[in-house]
């Protein structure tokens, strides 16, 4: 592939200014990419790395995104062809002064940037977490969650639900999915920040679940933040939560995706009784 550029950009505004159209013709994958960048120029975020690989005719070959005390977002880029702008990418990356909490992107060009980025360094890796991104244009709904969705509903969370109970149930989610574990504080502000997107199922008029919505883009959302309390999994709220959710969202998006953490089977196991398909590897790198 030859005549390949680094194309280096002042902020997240002008790397979308050029590269959202085509960013967006493969949204599912890009979406972190999208969505980060998006937030970092709404909340005016300085510094950062908004960088891209481009060809001759300035088409989007590879792509990354970082803001400080962030992983760094990797684009997508088609299976086979793409190693060359994969390595020029993580040549130039190795030449910043980055600190990245971690590396995330879709396979297999998320394995050939770190490879070369840590190649570039004289440093190494481990991949902290293995996942696995699902696709849903179609809710099925199982029969057991029909019974508990006759039983239950979906509600928005609001400010007068108990913000300390869904704070330690954030914080139980980020240490089920190997994610840094937040202060007290830090729980009740992230939960609090998500009133408007945050669900939760309620059962005799006590939630019992959450689950979120997150990068409300063009064509497609996402899922995040699953999760069920120790004491009431294996009773098929999760099920039913995600089957009426998915319903929910599917009335306003094309698609819906979520990234689900290859060591947890059962979550695994839900998502793809509603319906979720697999999609593609996404992989969480750790420089060591």
Known sequence: MADLRVKEYSGPENFLDELLPQLEEHELENGAVISKSKLWHQNKVERGYYVAVLDKDNILTYAAVWAPGNYVWLSWSPPDGCEEAQEKLAKHAATQSLSWTGIVGCEPGAMTFVKAYTAALEK???????????????VNIPDQARDMMSRGVLRMATVDDDMQMLANWYTGFNEQCLMPIPSEEEAIKEITSRIGLLYLWILDEKP?????????????????????PKEWRGQGYA???MAAF???????????????????PTSNHIYQRVGYEKYC??????IV
């Open 124 to 138: 190494s890796y481990v991949v902290h977490r293995s996942m696995t991104t699902y696709r849903l244009t179609n």
């Open 281 to 286: 590897i996404t992989n969480d790198y750790l």
């Open 239 to 241: 099920t039913a939560m």
């Open 246 to 264: 998915s319903e929910h969202l599917r009335k306003d998006y094309d698609f819906v995706s979520l990234h689900a953490d290859n060591n947890n």
């Open 208 to 228: 019992v679940s959450m689950v979120c919505k997150v990068r409300p883009l063009k064509y497609g959302c996402a899922v995040a933040g699953v999760y069920t």
